[in-house]
């Protein structure tokens, strides 16, 4: 048994930093009354952790190649923990948002070296048997989120779906100093600072652009310079990497129709399966009046559907074309959304179960494969860039898919209600306190949710398509001269 202490300390650490990605979405009506925030505060309470875990992986992943994996990891543990305190006695939606950007940052330094150290810990079957087990509590988390959130909740209040992460880092940073051995990369190329930056203020201007114009209307002077500025500074990345010696994100490999498609389909996964469901809580919540553990209830059907999926499809899709698989998934993700597009002033909690569970399989289908799909489409001394490449478009697409259907859902309210205010009170989980009539209420929500998931539907099917047109089996790769293999964060 001791052999598999390394093992439980760095699940513990990759359980908690990816709960966190989805146990606010229940919790975020009772963050907004609590805090008297507005809805793009709150649409930040979940981009911003997204976005810097997303910003920051391929560099903490450098980073920790240098100076040494546990040595990051516990780091990774120490801020995640601070900032989850401050997050937990945050007196505003400043700090709040503020105090999750930190964790982001914690979380991206323990995300990108969890692979690493298993990978110099166990050989052989234990590896293998390792690496399923960090796979199957990847996916317990994304199960786990919504409950644990919506049990914290109504048991505690909202500030506990941070406050518990305290007793967990402290399990997880004991282990870690007890049982993990340091490990580096001998070939680490150091950190590519300036395609960090740029590529942080890219994705961090274009996000806030998106949520300006859910907030203002996509004419608006602040959403357009916002976008436009993450524009020039997209450019300004590419720029940059093509000249670097030591690339971030080493472009070259999108010359790979299949590589790029990959790229974009984990993108676009994100939105299409998970950037609407905070919405659907909202209205879940603030509309049927459910309570937060009864609203994480309803959306369990998806994260159950994706556990048993992904369990069953790895024993028996394994040789399967990826093609087909990621693709076929996607097409499941995009019809689920848009068999929950049937909601009207009348419908109750019952009316989205059925898609939910249409996406849950699809998730399951189409995740695990990500990851062993982009690594191959690439050469093998590029595999581990490419697998941290999956992770970091994942959580973008999270990110820019909240603000995106933010906007859209938005629009959608003040379509119904005609009254910017009134939209953006319903959007913020004051439904109960508007005053406005009931029928308007349930009219606007169903409007637009069902806009949102049609959206985030085609989103979905567009991803799918494009994965059936582009990727194809690799060729095999020769093995490359390095024996230790490059870790997930590189």
Not at 91 to 115: D, E, K, Y
Request: net charge positive; hydrophobic share 55%; with cysteine.
């Amino acid at each position: 048994m001791r052999k598999w202490w390394p093992l439980v300390a760095i699940c513990t650490g990759a359980f908690m930093l990816l709960v966190d990605v989805t146990i606010v979405t229940v919790a975020l009506p009772d963050m907004a009354h609590g805090l008297k925030t507005s809805f793009s505060a709150l649409q930040w309470v979940m981009d911003i952790y997204a976005l810097v875990l997303a910003a920051l992986l391929l560099s903490a992943g450098a980073v920790a190649d240098l100076v040494g994996r546990r040595r990051v990891y516990v780091l990774g543990l120490v801020v995640f923990a601070l900032s989850s305190l401050a997050c937990g006695i945050a007196p505003n939606s400043t700090v709040l948002v503020t105090a999750r950007g930190v964790q982001g940052l914690g979380a991206a330094a323990m995300f990108a070296t969890t692979m690493a150290l298993l990978n110099s810990t166990y050989q052989g079957r234990d590896r293998g048997v390792a690496f399923g087990i960090w796979g199957a509590v990847n996916g317990a988390a994304a199960a786990a989120g919504p409950i644990l959130g919506g049990l914290l909740t109504t048991q505690f209040g909202w500030r506990w779906v941070f406050l518990v992460n305290l007793p967990v880092s402290l399990l997880a940073l004991g282990l870690t100093v007890r049982v993990v051995r340091e490990s580096r990369n001998p070939h680490a190329r150091g950190v590519d600072l300036p395609g960090m930056v740029t590529f942080t203020a890219a994705a961090g201007a274009v996000t806030y652009g998106l949520i300006r114009a859910g907030d203002d209307g996509w004419g608006s002077t602040a959403a357009l310079v916002s976008l436009a500025a993450g524009l020039v500074a997209l450019v300004v990345f590419v720029a940059v990497e093509l000249r670097t010696r030591r690339p971030m994100l080493e472009l070259r490999l999108f010359r790979n129709p299949s590589f790029s498609a990959i790229m974009i389909a984990a993108a676009l996964l994100s939105i299409a399966a998970f950037a609407y469901t905070p919405y659907l809580s909202v209205w879940l919540q603030s509309v049927l009046e459910l309570s937060a553990i009864q609203a994480g209830l309803v959306l369990l059907p998806m994260s159950v559907m994706a556990f048993v999926v992904a369990g069953a499809g790895g024993r028996i899709l394994h040789d399967a074309s990826p093609r087909l698989v990621i693709g076929g998934g996607l097409l499941l993700i995009g019809v689920g959304a848009m068999a929950q597009a049937v909601l009207s002033a009348g419908s109750g909690w019952a009316a989205v179960l059925t898609g939910l569970g249409i996406s849950g399989a699809g998730v399951g289908l189409a995740t695990p494969t990500l990851a062993s799909a982009g690594m191959a489409a690439v050469p093998v001394e590029r595999s581990g860039m490419a697998a941290g490449a999956v992770n970091t478009f994942r959580q973008l697409g999270f990110a820019l898919g909240i603000a995106l259907l933010g906007g859209i859902f938005h629009d959608g309210l003040q379509h119904t209600v005609h009254s910017k205010g009134l939209a953006a009170a319903l959007s913020g989980g004051q439904a109960q306190r508007t005053g406005a009539p009931r029928h308007l209420v349930h009219q606007a929500f169903a409007h637009g949710l069902n806009v949102t998931l049609l959206t985030a539907g085609g989103i979905g099917l567009a991803a799918g398509l494009l994965v059936l047109a582009l990727v194809r089996r690799p060729a095999p790769h020769p093995a490359p001269p390095v024996a230790e293999p490059v870790p997930a964060g590189q």
